[in-house]
């Protein structure tokens, strides 16, 4: 057997042990999550694991469909290129990067696991830590603006925007994790999912534990004022019943679909500036308009009401921190696996 024969095995070797390195923190942490969710029910007063945990079912069959629709696309490459059997070829490259691929899956299933997760925590911070940060948020957002930043969306029909914000951060974050899933293992790589896990699990709650509020859309409600009465005027029905529904939720104690009301830190802005600095790390063409997305999604978090500008700000220095740890730990991960493969003594 040449030399040349071992390069299959030894890249399924390498390719399995990255992988490893990114998926067993990111369960880690998922795992962490879950529990301090489980641990804080009786703190919260709640008696009962949250019913929307079939939403899962949901996440399962999105990804599959974006699965398919990255393989179409790969085989409509492969059938310009002039591959004389497409399917074939997909095929063998799936069992060359066999660990690869399942490392995918596991990794795409347990994002959809941590969002769960984070989803039955929410409400429950809120329970242990009430709402005192509005009024410090709200002024925090006029020192720097000048004003209430809402006020520079009124007027403005927001009926479209009101579906839009939800709709389409919800299909980019899936879309950016089925492509980053897509992509070669690399450092960049595994620095991305690394830090999707972090920014869900560690910051998230952290942040809505430290900066407990409501957002302007609750403000009147949390017992803050009239400041925001004027929002509800400028944004649509459908962002008011939306509302109307979280704070009834919360007022009861009841766990549900969406339930949870926390504006600092904006996870939204963190999970659009987490895609950025995917797209960034991968040196891709459609960074660009990452940026452009993410600012779209702060814009309309103001706009409607759902979270005061700095959370944005402070949910993309977030998303900055943690991709930075991960890059960091991943970098050193690659540098004691180099070490370890090195020789001891070099023939020469």
């Known amino acids: 057997m040449s030399r040349h024969d071992h390069r299959p095995f030894a890249q399924a070797s390498a390719d399995a042990t990255r992988e490893r390195d ?13 529990l301090a969710a489980l641990l804080l029910m009786a703190v919260a007063g709640y ?48 069992l060359a990067r066999k660990a690869t691929a399942l490392a995918a899956v596991a990794g795409m299933m347990l994002a959809g696991v941590d969002m769960l997760f984070f989803m039955w925590i929410k409400p429950e911070v809120t329970a242990v830590s009430p709402f005192w940060a509005d009024e410090m948020l709200a002024g925090v957002d ?8 809402w006020r520079f969306f009124e007027g403005v029909d927001l009926t479209f925007h009101a579906w839009a914000y939800s709709f389409f ?11 980053l899933f897509a992509q070669k293992p690399s450092t960049e790589r595994s620095s991305a999912l690394l830090s999707y896990f972090a920014t869900w699990s560690i910051f998230g709650p952290l942040g809505q534990l430290a900066l407990s509020s409501a957002g302007p859309i609750f403000y009147a409600r949390a017992g803050e004022g009239s400041r925001f009465d004027a929002l509800a005027a400028n944004v649509p029905e459908i962002t008011q019943k939306i509302s109307a529904y979280l704070w009834t939720m919360h007022v009861e104690g009841t766990p549900g679909v969406g339930a949870g009301v926390s504006a600092m830190p904006s ?12 797209f960034a790390g991968a040196k891709s063409r459609l960074t660009p308009l990452t940026i452009l997305f993410a600012l779209y999604i702060w814009g309309m978090s103001v706009a409607l009401g759902w979270h005061y500008a700095v959370d944005g700000i402070a949910g993309a220095l ?14 050193g991960k690659a540098k004691r696996v180099a070490l370890a493969e090195e020789p001891l003594f070099t023939m020469r």
């Open 267 to 278: 996870l939204h802005i963190a999970t659009v500036s987490w895609i950025v600095l995917a």
């Open 47 to 94: 008696d009962h694991v949250p019913p929307y945990f079939s939403r899962f079912v949901g996440w399962f069959n999105y990804s599959m469909v974006g699965a398919v629709f990255l393989a179409l696309v790969h085989l409509v490459r492969l059938r310009k290129a002039g591959v004389a059997s497409p399917v074939e070829h997909l095929k063998a490259q799936f």
């Open 169 to 179: 951060w919800a299909v980019a974050i899936m879309a950016t994790l089925v492509w």
């Open 22 to 34: 990114w998926l067993i923190p990111s369960a880690a942490m998922t795992a962490g999550l879950g």
């Open 142 to 149: 006029r020192a720097i603006f000048g004003r209430d930043p």
């Open 318 to 331: 977030g998303a900055i921190a943690c991709h930075a740890a991960a890059r960091a730990y991943m970098k």
